[in-house]
């Protein structure tokens, strides 16, 4: 059975930092996508970062690009998210996910013609105050 399991969120300042980790267990496959997505009340999941566990291209999304850093130690089975200057937009629960990469590369879409992410953590709760 696969899990995910996030920790890392709080409450922090605007212009303060986080790291979130993930850590994965029982998941059988050598190279899978996985992915940190955000969650804001009354707004839709949207991908915030993601590899391919084998390396590559990473993705982030636009509005954390240069802020965010996604990591993954494989040897311990663990996905970062490194946070620097939070801003209160960033406020969420930030999810963990993992799935199945067909082709090309992981991206910040919950499904595609290339990747789908079908194992999500239980979330992480970020807060930001300006």
């Known amino acids: 059975q696969v899990q995910l399991v996030e920790s890392g969120g709080g409450s922090v300042q605007a212009g303060g930092s986080l790291r979130l980790s993930c850590v994965v267990s029982?998941?059988?496959?050598?190279?899978?996508?996985m992915g940190w997505f955000r969650q804001a009340p009354g707004k839709e999941r949207e991908g915030v970062a993601a590899?391919?566990?084998?390396?590559?291209?990473?993705y982030y999304a636009d509005s954390v690009k240069g802020r965010f850093t996604i990591s993954r130690d494989n040897a311990k089975d663990t996905l970062y998210l490194q946070m620097n200057s939070l801003k209160f937009e960033d406020n969420g629960e930030y999810y963990c996910?993992?799935?199945?990469?067909?082709?090309?590369?992981?991206?910040?879409?919950?499904?595609?013609?290339?990747?789908?992410?079908?194992?999500w953590g239980q979330g992480t709760q970020v807060t930001v105050s300006s």
């Open positions: 996910a993992a799935g199945i990469r067909a082709g090309g590369y992981c991206g910040g879409e919950i499904r595609s013609p290339q990747y789908e992410y079908n194992y």
């Open positions: 590899l391919y566990t084998g390396g590559g291209y990473i």
């Open positions: 029982g998941y059988t496959r050598s190279g899978y996508c």
